[in-house]
């Protein structure tokens, strides 16, 4: 079997807001592009660069942050080190100096306006989100490189966008839950074990493991960031941060975090936390995207508040089930809103959180699958209509609500001994025939649906394009 490896730090990669698609992708575009010029020795002979944005890229522009994410990409900055306090004095500079240190280390002319081009009529034949890094040296061209950003973060050359993805080796390759679940039973193993064996073959132990934990630290640092911060979220809606608010009052009403009248709004208050700081342009984990990055910690901190004693090992085979489910939906799907709509990103967060939540709860495998797929079930269909094209109405109150539902679907799989009637391939291959066939103004334009109904956008025909 030679079934595409992918890891757990490819789904959970920490990262800054708020877009997965729309800014770590672009940023990683540009340090791809600087690595190939440093490797080649070209950088001290570049003397401009011009980066091309197609089609949502392009539509995106300015008010989703595409450009200050490619801007910090070409400077040499990291999604996962970043300071997120330095960016607005950094791209400050750049607008004053009209230069930019390219890669952190050679200077180059450099003025967004006229560097960053933006097709919005036009999208490359391969993907919606693609863009073109091209480098000069005076008049000549030194080179040329097209990425795409295809959801989660992931980034694609061209030359790469029709192979089946980077074959690494490991023990226990699977494309599907049906061989997912064969290795289960041959190992007698968890799935958890079974990504853990497959991330052994990749890194060592210690490493693995200290990541696992840096991830799982990060999420749950993400939820108290977010419901320690009060204020109005960035791009031009007004929307006053809901969190804190939330917060305040449970630890009025029910300061023990026991009264069950009570969870459905902890997991609410959780889960906006963290995409109220991805909307903000902080700090979060893509899990598996940015705009869904708050189901996967809620479900996780509540976990931690109904077992207080709860280990590092539980919390690590959460995040690995979660993320062997993620891998599903990646090989046979997409993660992409941009290809599925939010089914492709909120459904499968909760999918994620509902197997991961029933796997650490005891449940065997059959209810693992059946809480992983009552958590899709449920979101088939789901479009992306982000009012403004800003990562805020309706997503963050989105990851409330379903991370509400993700607890549910594990109750529901855990509280019956019978066979899902539906298994998880199905549901995988619903998402994504009902994704090919969803019209595209239901999943990439904030044209359509709550974008142009709701009366908030500021200007339908401005409205970005929606990705996170
Ligand atoms: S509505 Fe669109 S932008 Fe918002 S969370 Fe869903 S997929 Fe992301």
Same mark, same amino acid.
């Given at each position: 079997?030679?079934?595409?490896?992918?890891?757990?730090?490819?789904?959970?990669s920490?990262?800054i807001?708020?877009?997965?698609?729309?800014?770590?992708?672009?940023?990683? !575009?540009?340090n791809?592009?600087?690595?190939?010029l440093?490797a080649?020795?070209?950088?001290?002979?570049?003397?401009? +660069?011009t980066?091309?944005?197609?089609?949502?890229? !392009?539509?995106?522009?300015?008010?989703? %942050?595409?450009?200050?994410?490619?801007?910090?990409?070409?400077?040499?900055y990291?999604?996962?080190?970043?300071?997120?306090?330095?960016?607005a004095?950094?791209l400050? &500079?750049?607008?004053?100096?009209h230069?930019i240190?390219l890669?952190? @280390?050679?200077?180059?002319?450099f003025?967004?306006?006229?560097?960053?081009?933006?097709?919005?009529?036009?999208?490359?034949?391969?993907?919606?989100?693609g863009?073109?890094?091209?480098?000069?040296?005076h008049e000549?061209?030194?080179?040329?490189e097209?990425?795409?950003?295809? #959801?989660?973060?992931?980034?694609?050359?061209?030359?790469?966008?029709n192979?089946?993805?980077?074959h690494r080796?490991?023990?226990?390759?699977?494309?599907?839950?049906?061989?997912?679940?064969?290795?289960?039973?041959?190992?007698?193993?968890?799935?958890a =074990?079974?990504?853990?064996?497959?991330?052994?073959?990749w890194r060592? @132990?210690?490493?693995?493991?200290?990541? *696992?934990?840096?991830?799982?630290?990060?999420?749950?640092?993400?939820?108290?960031t977010?419901?320690?911060?009060e204020?109005?979220?960035?791009?031009?809606?007004?929307v006053?941060?809901? /969190?804190?608010?939330?917060?305040?009052?449970?630890? &009025?009403? =029910?300061?023990g975090k026991?009264?069950? +009248?009570?969870?459905?709004?902890?997991?609410?208050a959780?889960?906006?936390?963290?995409?109220?700081?991805?909307?903000?342009?902080?700090?979060?984990?893509?899990?598996?995207?940015? %705009?869904?990055?708050?189901? *996967?910690p809620?479900?996780?901190?509540?976990?931690? =508040?109904?077992?207080?004693?709860i280990?590092?090992?539980?919390?690590?085979?959460?995040?690995?089930?979660?993320?062997?489910?993620?891998?599903?939906y &990646?090989k046979? /799907?997409?993660i992409?809103?941009a290809?599925?709509?939010?089914q492709?990103?909120?459904g499968?967060a909760?999918?994620?959180?509902?197997g991961?939540?029933?796997a650490?709860?005891g449940?065997?495998?059959r209810?693992?699958?059946n809480? /992983?797929?009552? #958590?899709? @079930?449920?979101?088939?269909?789901?479009?992306?209509d982000?009012?403004?094209?800003? +990562?805020?109405?309706?997503c963050? $109150?989105?990851? #409330?609500?379903? !991370? +509400?539902?993700?607890?549910?679907?594990a109750?529901?799989?855990?509280a019956?001994?019978?066979?899902c009637?539906?298994?998880l391939?199905?549901?995988?291959?619903?998402?994504?025939?009902t994704g090919?066939?969803?019209?595209?103004?239901?999943k $990439?334009t904030?044209?359509?649906?709550?974008? &142009?109904?709701?009366?908030?956008?500021?200007?339908?025909?401005?409205?970005?394009?929606?990705?996170?």
């Open positions: 079997m030679t079934a595409m490896g992918i890891s757990i730090f490819d789904l959970f920490i990262g807001g708020p877009s997965s698609s729309h800014t770590l992708g672009p940023m990683r !575009a540009a791809a592009f600087n690595a190939l440093r080649d020795n070209q950088l001290d002979a570049v003397t401009i +660069v980066v091309e944005l197609y089609g949502s890229l !392009a539509l995106t522009g300015k008010g989703h %942050g595409t450009d200050k994410a490619i801007i910090l990409g070409l400077l040499g990291e999604a996962d080190s970043i300071d997120p306090s330095i960016i004095d950094a400050d &500079k750049i607008n004053k100096n230069s240190q890669a952190g @280390e050679h200077t180059i002319a003025e967004p306006d006229r560097h960053l081009i933006y097709y919005s009529h036009q999208t490359l034949p391969q993907h919606t989100n863009l073109r890094f091209t480098a000069w040296s000549d061209c030194l080179r040329s097209t990425y795409f950003s295809v #959801g989660g973060g992931f980034i694609v050359h061209e030359t790469d966008f192979c089946p993805g980077e080796p490991h023990p226990y390759p699977f494309d599907t839950a049906a061989e997912l679940f064969d290795h289960c039973q041959n190992q007698n193993s968890s799935i =074990d079974i990504m853990m064996a497959n991330e052994y073959a060592p @132990e210690n490493e693995v493991r200290e990541g *696992v934990l840096r991830i799982k630290n990060m999420m749950l640092e993400s939820i108290q977010g419901l320690h911060t204020g109005t979220l960035p791009g031009g809606l007004n006053e941060r809901r /969190a804190p608010t939330l917060y305040a009052r449970l630890l &009025k009403n =029910d300061p026991n009264k069950a +009248v009570h969870v459905f709004t902890w997991l609410n959780y889960a906006m936390a963290v995409n109220e700081e991805n909307a903000a342009g902080n700090r979060i984990v893509t899990a598996p995207t940015n %705009g869904a990055a708050g189901i *996967v809620a479900v996780m901190q509540y976990l931690c =508040d109904t077992c207080p004693d280990s590092d090992d539980i919390l690590l085979q959460y995040l690995l089930t979660a993320a062997a489910i993620a891998s599903l &990646k046979k /799907a997409s992409s809103g290809e599925m709509g939010c492709g990103e909120v499968v909760c999918s994620m959180a509902a991961a939540l029933a650490v709860s449940g065997n495998l209810q693992v699958e809480a /992983a797929e009552i #958590g899709m @079930e449920h979101h088939l269909g789901l479009t992306c982000p009012i403004a094209g800003l +990562v805020q109405i309706p963050i $109150e989105r990851n #409330g609500i379903a !991370a +509400v539902q993700a607890v549910n679907a109750n529901l799989a855990l019956e001994e019978r066979c009637k539906i298994r391939d199905n549901i995988i291959a619903t998402m994504r025939a090919e066939a969803m019209s595209t103004s239901f $990439e904030s044209l359509d649906g709550l974008a &142009k109904y709701s009366g908030l956008s500021p200007d339908p025909l401005s409205v970005n394009v929606p990705e996170c």
